[in-house]
């Protein structure tokens, strides 16, 4: 993960970029996740071939060359 002018993007195990940093910071708040606790020290990274993103308010999961496989349709309330 690479963030850069606050935004995240993603690098490769030899530090090649390989998504350019265009999605927002994750939320500062702490919240559970597929039974997990998350907070702020929770850097975006791939699980297998998709990574959870945050953006513009919205989650979703993206895949290795930044195609969104899935993402909300409008923003959580009160995140927008």
Do not use: C, S
């Not at 030899?14 to 039974?35: A, K, N, R, S």
């Not at 990574?51 to 909300?72: F, H, L, S, V």
């Amino acid at each position: 993960v690479l963030a850069k002018n606050e935004k995240w993007g993603f690098i490769d195990h030899e530090g090649v970029m390989i998504i350019e940093p265009v999605f927002d910071l994750y939320p500062p708040e702490t919240f559970v996740f597929d039974g997990q606790l998350w907070g702020q020290d929770f850097a975006p990274h791939f699980d297998g071939d998709l990574a959870m993103i945050y953006t513009k308010g919205m989650w979703g999961y993206i895949d290795k060359q930044a195609n969104w496989i899935w993402k909300q349709r409008e923003p959580l309330w009160g995140d927008a």
